[in-house]
């Protein structure tokens, strides 16, 4: 057997590995699974957010007892502007699965943190940079921006400059904050990319012509 037959077979089997496990779960949550997806040889399962909670738990008690890490896409044109994303391993079956429910910024998703206690800063880290809510979290505040931050800086909306700068007032001897105060529009340059040459001649480009 060759290398790329061998590599073909591996791969095969993982698919038919997921789609049992996707099998499994659409069998034991029903209605609670949205969709179920098999692309690039990775599963991603979106779940009713009423039931994250059950689903989460099927997960655990079904071999997924690793907890890898949870983020947030913000889709803001949405109603339920934000998709939760969970990555979880099945270390006895070498099995990875993505997990993802729709959340908005005004009703709390329920923690995870009961199921898989490592999720604690990643719930915290969602809320402070996209501001998705979770019910239940032991503490559920800022991880990473500075205290009485304004906003959440990896929302689409959020401005690129932000809304305030801090700079040490020697006056007052301590750091303050002030609004965004740009000396002119901001600006976006269109430079060639690294890897192409440039379009016009540079000093020194003559001597490479000469013979």
């Known amino acids: 057997m060759t290398d790329a037959t061998a590599a073909l077979e591996h791969a095969q089997s993982l698919r038919d590995r997921l789609q049992a496990l996707s099998e499994k779960i659409e069998a034991g949550l029903g209605a609670a699974v ?22 989460l738990t099927f997960l655990r ?3 997924f007892i690793s907890f890898i890490d949870l983020t947030a896409v913000d889709w803001p044109a949405r109603e339920k502007r934000f998709d939760v994303v969970v990555h979880l391993l099945d270390p006895a079956a070498n099995l990875r699965i993505r997990v993802k429910t729709a959340a908005d910024d005004m009703n709390p998703l329920p923690s995870a943190v009961t199921i898989w206690p490592a999720a604690n ?14 019910s239940d979290h032991p ?10 931050f304004d906003g959440h800086p990896l929302r689409k909306d959020f401005p690129l400059t932000g809304y305030v700068e801090v700079r040490y007032d020697d006056a ?7 609004p965004v ?10 430079f060639l990319s690294p890897w192409e040459a440039a379009k016009y001649d540079l000093p020194g480009d003559e001597k490479a012509t000469k013979g």
């Open 34 to 55: 949205v969709s179920a997806t098999i692309a690039y040889d990775e599963l991603t399962v979106v779940f009713d957010p009423a039931r994250w909670i059950e689903s």
């Open 181 to 190: 105060k740009l000396s002119q529009e901001f600006r976006t340059f269109d």
């Open 61 to 63: 008690d079904n071999g």
């Open 139 to 148: 503490d559920l505040r800022r991880m990473l921006t500075d205290y009485g």
């Open 172 to 178: 007052q001897k301590r750091v303050v904050y002030e």
């Open 121 to 134: 800063w990643f719930e915290r880290e969602a809320y402070d940079m996209y501001g998705v809510l979770f």
